[in-house]
C-alpha cells in the first residue's frame, strides 16, 4: 500500500502562485509514478500533470502547459506542483495520484487539497 498526503493549497488572487506538495508513504517507492489531478465543482476529475520515477518524463493537461511544473524529490517522497499565474478557472480540489505501472492506472489517491483563486 501507498499513502499520499496533500498540502499546500489555499486562497490565492488569481496572477499569484501557489505550490502543492504530495508526501508518499508506505512500501518501496522505487519505480512509482506520481500524478496531480483536480476536480471543480460540478466537474468531472480532470488530469493535470504527471511524472515519472527518475523525473526525466512529463505531461501536463493544455489548460495548465506554460503554467504549471510538476516536479519531484525522491529523497523526500515528495511530488510538487508549481502553479504560476493562477486563474479563476483553477479553482478545484487538486488530487495527488500514484502507481507504479509502467502506463500509470493511478491506483493511490490522497484526500484532495483544496485551491480557490479568487479574481
Known amino acids: 500500500q501507498v499513502q499520499l498526503v496533500e498540502s499546500g493549497g489555499g486562497l490565492v488572487q488569481a496572477g499569484n502562485s501557489l505550490r502543492l506538495s504530495c508526501a508518499a508513504s508506505g512500501r518501496t517507492l522505487s519505480s512509482l509514478n506520481m500524478g496531480w489531478f483536480r476536480q471543480a465543482p460540478g466537474k468531472e476529475r480532470e488530469f493535470v500533470a504527471r511524472?515519472?520515477?527518475?523525473?526525466?518524463?512529463?505531461a501536463y493537461a493544455d489548460s495548465v502547459k506554460g503554467r504549471f511544473t510538476i516536479s519531484r524529490d525522491n529523497a523526500k517522497n515528495t511530488v510538487y506542483l508549481q502553479m504560476n499565474s493562477l486563474k479563476p478557472e483553477d479553482t478545484a480540489v487538486y488530487y495527488c495520484?500514484?502507481?507504479?505501472?509502467?502506463?500509470?492506472?493511478?491506483?493511490?489517491w490522497g484526500q484532495g487539497t483544496q485551491v480557490t483563486v479568487f479574481s
Open positions: 495520484a500514484a502507481d507504479f505501472s509502467v502506463v500509470p492506472r493511478w491506483n493511490y
Open positions: 511524472i515519472n520515477w527518475y523525473g526525466s518524463n512529463m
